[in-house]
């Protein structure tokens, strides 16, 4: 089960990208990874997507919960809204500023990554400003009735320019997460609530007829926020006996692929979410097993999730199961240096590298890890953990 980060584009995009990182991949590793055809699937009232997936020695169905409706819902078109959306925001989170501290602590260059925005946003105010200024004083001779239309000019053509310059940046890609992450908050994590118990009780009946079935549900981005309100309704389908750590294997395995949970967290009224995190966290039937990279700057890598997460210390460290394992994919290992330095410029394409193909072998490989011959959390203690 795989729930996509906050992006508009749908289950037609994520198949081509799987399929053709698939062929890629098997080049590299030397072997073929088999991609059916996508095919729809219907949970509830919604439409989602799923598809077939096998290696030499194993494999599986691939189901792609489909959320983009609700990504498109909250993705506004317009720069300018984006950016006083955004605004308030920033307001928001500033007046509780030092839930921000641990952050910085840990993971100074995302909280950089999520700053920087705003500074962004500041400066293209003040060079507008500046080029405003400049204009009028360049204007001077001119008569009055005229002279304002230099400077307004100069004004629109400086703010024109930022905005144009953010197809390269991707700064209203960060704003929208971070507005989106508001949003969640006031409406204290319901936004996908029906969808998500309608697709828990999908896999629980499919258990149901395939006992022994392995069920994995990979969150990758700010899929890994939603992946933990489906964990959370299915661990609550289970049965009710825990097992001990490390005695049983694990009914549900998680797996979170550069996840931003800490940043939804943060939101003062995300009370809900902190409760669904502690559950996840505290049930040991639940496996969950964070790969995020701290050359990552848009997720939370290697960092003591839960306490980040918690806006606090929480409870002691023995009465939480979850996450097993926080592992670095160590995308470094991956490539060549200068392709590696390449990639570390563009933000989104790093970040979007959990789930697309390599250079060379290494330990983290998501089409293998998805296809070996025993489970998930097998290849994820063996290959990942250091």
Known sequence: MF???FDPRGARHYYRLFA????????????????????PLDVGSHRHAQWTFSGEAGGGDYVFFDWSDAVRAHWPRSWWRVTAQACKTYATVLKDWRVLRPIRRQTPNTLLAFAYPLLYICLAVMLAMGGFALGWRWSEALPSWVRWMPPSAIFA???????????????????????FAAHSAQRDGAVLAQRTLAMADWIQARSERQPGLEVVVVGFSVGSVQALHLVDALRQRLPTQPTAVGQAPAAVTLLTLGNCIPLFTLMRQAQALRATLQAVAADSRVFWADVSSPGDSVSFGMC????????????????????????????????????????????MRMHFQYLMASEKQGAYNFFAMLAAPGAVRTFVEKYLVR
């Open 157 to 179: 053509a400086a703010l024109w320019g930022s905005a144009a310059l953010d197809k390269r940046l991707n700064v209203s890609w960060l704003l929208r997460i971070f507005n």
């Open 304 to 347: 003591d999730l839960l306490p980040l997460a918690m806006r606090g210390a929480p409870a002691p460290a023995q009465a939480y199961a979850n996450p097993r394992h926080m592992c670095s994919p160590r995308f470094h290992k991956l490539f060549e240096p200068q392709t590696y330095r390449r990639m570390r410029r563009n933000k």
């Open 3 to 5: 729930v996509g980060g």
């Open 20 to 39: 053709e990182h698939a062929v890629l991949q098997g080049k590299v590793d030397g072997r073929e990874y088999a991609v059916g055809p996508r095919r």
